[in-house]
């Protein structure tokens, strides 16, 4: 009976806790279909009355959220790609390739990541600005094609694939980086679909790198574009059911992504714990 007991208490805090979870994005989503003086008398409400799809709308013919999530993909799928390449390919040659350097090289990597990013600010600007690619799609873009984090992930991972695994492809004449690409790296996918969506992650929802790279508005992401609508770029008022609206349409991607990898991602792990 006390397990019982106990056993339902512990899934009463788990609901009430998974309740003041969710209910943030449970008003997100019933402001974004409210009317504007609804939004504004009853922003707690979880119901909107009545239901409309006005603001929905109206992000889209009254605002540059078409661009934005234009720009935010081209972005998104070009950093991706380079960060999981690029990650890979430098975590493979960290973990088995003997180099003058390697150690300390892997420990500055190390020290990357306890700099925060808003530190890099200005030294990026002023970069870009000498290199002339300021304001442009190269400036979203170039910066953030690598990450410390990947390259330490990758490098992990690595190191815990026995070397006796690529013995074979080394007799039959495998260079290192065939060996790389067609041994090892098949072996890489829970690595793999880690980083790929902590990088589309981190791309999707990058805004303080794209106040210092571009100033064009045709040129803003998501973010910047919707930091540009919450400061007021529409006029007086609230705005909530716009504002909340494009953050909701923002956020839809990255659930979508991190719900397919996810799967792909339990499942290859679980069949590792197992193998081993």
Not at 8 to 17: D, E
Not at 151 to 162: G, L, N, Y
Request: proline letters at 7%.
């Amino acid at each position: 009976m006390r397990t019982l007991a106990t056993r339902f208490a512990g899934y009463a805090i788990l609901v009430f806790f998974s309740l003041v979870f969710l209910y943030p994005f449970v008003i997100q989503i019933a402001n974004s279909f409210k009317t504007e003086p609804d939004a504004s008398a009853n922003p707690l409400s979880p119901i909107a009355h009545p239901f409309t799809t006005d603001s929905m709308a109206r992000i889209f013919d009254g605002t540059g959220f078409p661009t934005w999530i234009g720009n935010s993909v081209l972005v998104t799928v070009i950093v991706t790609i380079c960060r999981v390449l690029f990650g890979s390919m430098a975590g493979y040659a960290l973990s088995r390739l003997r180099f003058p350097g390697r150690r300390p090289l892997f420990a500055t990597l190390i020290g990357l990541m306890a700099v925060p990013g808003v530190v890099l600010l200005i030294p990026k600007f002023l970069v870009l600005n000498q290199l002339g690619i300021y304001n442009t799609y190269a400036a979203l873009i170039v910066p953030m094609i690598a990450d410390a984090a990947t390259v330490f992930i990758m490098k992990q991972f690595f190191d815990s694939v026995p070397v006796s695994v690529e013995e074979a492809a080394r007799i039959d004449g495998a260079g290192i980086f065939r060996t790389f690409w067609s041994v090892v790296l098949p072996t890489a996918r829970p690595a793999l679909i880690t980083v790929t969506i902590l990088a589309f992650q981190g791309s999707w929802n990058e805004f303080p790198h794209t106040v210092v790279a571009v100033q064009d508005p045709s040129l803003f992401t998501l973010p910047r574009g919707l930091a540009d609508l919450v400061s007021g770029s529409l006029g007086s008022g609230s705005q909530y059911p716009l504002k909340l609206g494009a953050a909701l349409l923002a956020t839809i991607p990255v659930a979508i992504i991190f719900v397919i990898f996810q799967r792909y991602f339990v499942r290859d792990a679980n069949e590792g714990a197992e193998k081993g």
